[in-house]
């Protein structure tokens, strides 16, 4: 039965690599709502719609019935009409517009979507990085589109990471490891508006389908350990030994959901289930994946540690032989006493609360790595800051008062002219300004900075307090704030007067941190043309430009000041400059 206009699917769309989906026939689905047909009641319909998931969706309809799988499970509520709708194109329009709203809540300067830094969730950066470029070679090599490297091409990346920013930032998730490998898999077969809609519903607290916190995710691994216990107690003690059951150990699952042991589509007929069933599919399939070493394999293993135990497991899945589709008729057996073998949902849910203590004594500190969301700026005529991971350090760096502010330029070399005189002109007036500079040297340059607590003017004595810093934001960022001598050495205290030099600003140079030789941790020059920069007392910082690189040409430099987000007023702008000595 072929449907029309707002009431048919929508096509499922490749948004990870570009390719076209192929369509492929199925007798049990038609182009448009109801997912299912002939079923009676409700609950028929989902019964039947289970089974159906499990025999694999065609492709082109993926992403309609994975929104409609996800909508219909987290509201049960609410009518089959209803959520079934979610995947047709009446729906579309709405999807998309909720979508911009979100990245436009997240990058006030669309530029900086091109620019973005993806946020690892308690994945790791290297892990993410693994993900991104070789683990989903084999996806690509099928799809024609994988490099040579067998890395996710670039727009897929940037699709990817949109799509976890906007979770990250607007749904307020910090830690939920197998999410990028999930919303990577969505990307397969959504667009980035579907994938997100999705992925806003699976962290419903009633859906059950993803650990949105370290404790779900440690209760997780706990529950899991426990039911293989109960289960095949032959196999818990091979994988406790090899440390297989460890939060660790179970990365495979829990963090990498399946993508590192399972072949593509396996990995896809496996999602069709999971986004009608959440948790459930995941502990049923980690459990069934375990039955593929049988008992007495188990003595003639040679297992060093928990990849060499997921190694056997990879080993056995990917080998020709294997059938994923009779994997799962074992799992989804079709008398319902072997069924009951494995943990129902319900039951799921009540181990993973009596694990919850468990997890909290014994999860170690999560510390999130990923740059928080980049400062916007004002003005399109600003250079040194466009680029969105400059403005997410600074973030990361200023004090944390003035972090819901934005970049208002205020000098620059290409508008202003290059001297000194004019950058005290402009920046007399303005407290806690932002100072970037272009420093070359050879063939390279690089970004460097430093951030001022007072006012930039000319002035007899060093000023300025210990919330200064110096930073080099492009390459390989670093900040080094001030920190206060506390030993009591004698040559310490002889010492302390350069320590608190923190800004210098004369008729003939500008600059922040000092030493007692004379040198600065950042000088520049009265025409702003030469710099030098050398670890200074107090900042501990490299030389800026890189290591062994203390002198400099200066190319463009600018300065920002911070004006507030909720009002566009200048924080700590006056009027009548008190530090206004020149001509002193």
């Not at 308690?122 to 024609?144: A, C, F, K, P, T």
């Not at 519903?201 to 993803?210: Q, R």
């Not at 994946?289 to 003595?299: A, D, G, Q, R």
């Not at 916007?376 to 760096?397: D, F, G, I, M, Q």
Request: hydrophobic content about 35%; charged content about 25%.
């Amino acid at each position: 039965m072929t449907k029309s206009g707002n009431t048919a699917f929508v096509k499922s769309v490749d948004s990870l690599f570009g390719q076209e989906i192929v369509s492929v026939d199925s007798p049990w689905f038609s182009d448009g709502p109801p997912l299912v047909l002939g079923a009676k009641t409700d609950k028929r319909s989902l019964k039947l719609l289970k089974q159906k998931c499990r025999w694999g969706l065609p492709p082109q309809l993926r992403c309609a019935v994975w929104i409609s799988s996800v909508m219909r499970t987290v509201n049960p509520h609410l009518p089959i009409s209803e959520t079934d709708s979610y995947g047709t194109v009446g729906a579309e329009n709405s999807i998309d517009a909720k979508w911009g709203f979100a990245l436009n809540a997240v990058f006030t300067n669309p530029t900086d979507r091109d620019d973005a830094i993806a946020p690892d969730l308690g994945l790791g950066q290297e892990m993410l990085h693994q993900l991104i470029e070789n683990d989903y070679r084999e996806w690509g090599v099928q799809s024609g589109l994988a490099s040579d490297s067998g890395a996710i091409p670039e727009e897929g990346v940037r699709s990817l990471t949109l799509v976890l920013c906007t979770a990250h930032q607007v749904l307020g998730i910090e830690f939920c490891p197998p999410l990028p490998d999930v919303a990577a898999i969505l990307l397969t077969h959504m667009p980035e508006s579907y994938a997100f809609t999705s992925i806003r519903e699976m962290i419903n607290d009633t859906s059950n389908f993803l650990p949105v916190s370290q404790r779900d995710y440690y209760s997780w691994c706990k529950t899991y350990a426990l039911f293989v216990k109960r289960m095949v107690p032959h196999t818990y003690k091979v994988m406790e030994s090899c440390g297989a059951l460890d939060p660790q150990g179970l990365d495979p699952i829990f963090k990498r959901f399946f993508t590192t042991i399972l072949k593509r589509e396996d990995v896809l007929r496996f999602m069709d289930v999971y986004m009608l069933e959440g948790c459930k599919a995941i502990f049923r399939l980690a459990l069934s994946l375990l039955k593929l070493i049988v008992k007495k394999e188990l003595k003639s293993l040679l297992l060093t540690d928990a990849q060499s135990w997921w190694n056997e497991i990879r080993y056995r899945t990917l080998d020709p032989s294997f059938s994923f589709q009779k994997h799962l008729d074992k799992m989804y057996p079709k008398y319902g006493n072997m069924g009951k073998r494995y943990p129902r949902r319900h039951i799921i849910g009540r181990a993973n609360k009596f694990h919850e203590k468990w997890a909290r004594d014994n999860m170690p500190v999560y510390i999130d790595q990923t740059p928080p969301k980049p400062i916007s700026y004002t003005s399109e005529k600003c250079l040194l800051a466009k680029r969105a991971s400059v403005r997410s350090y600074l973030a990361k760096w200023l004090p944390p008062s003035l972090r819901a502010t934005k970049l208002d330029l205020v000098y620059s070399t290409e508008i202003h002219g290059r001297s000194l005189a004019s950058l005290y002109k402009e920046c007399r007036r303005s407290k806690n300004t932002i100072v970037l500079v272009e420093a070359m040297t050879g063939n390279t340059s690089s970004t460097i900075g430093m951030f001022a607590s007072c006012a930039w003017n000319i002035n007899p004595s060093p000023y300025g307090d210990g919330e200064c810093f110096l930073f080099r934001a492009n390459p390989n960022p670093m900040c080094f704030n001030w920190m206060p001598d506390c030993s009591g050495d004698m040559d310490a205290l002889e010492s302390q007067a350069a320590r608190e030099q923190f800004m210098v600003a004369r008729n003939d140079f500008i600059a922040m941190g000092a030493n007692t030789d004379g040198t600065n941790g950042l000088r520049l020059d009265q025409e702003l043309v030469k710099g030098e920069s050398y670890p200074a007392l107090g900042f501990d910082n490299e030389p800026l430009p890189g290591r062994n690189c203390n002198t400099f040409d200066v190319g463009v430099l600018e300065v920002y000041h911070l004006i507030r987000e909720v009002d566009g007023k200048a924080i700590g702008h006056n009027k009548n400059p008190v530090w206004d000595l020149e001509g002193l």
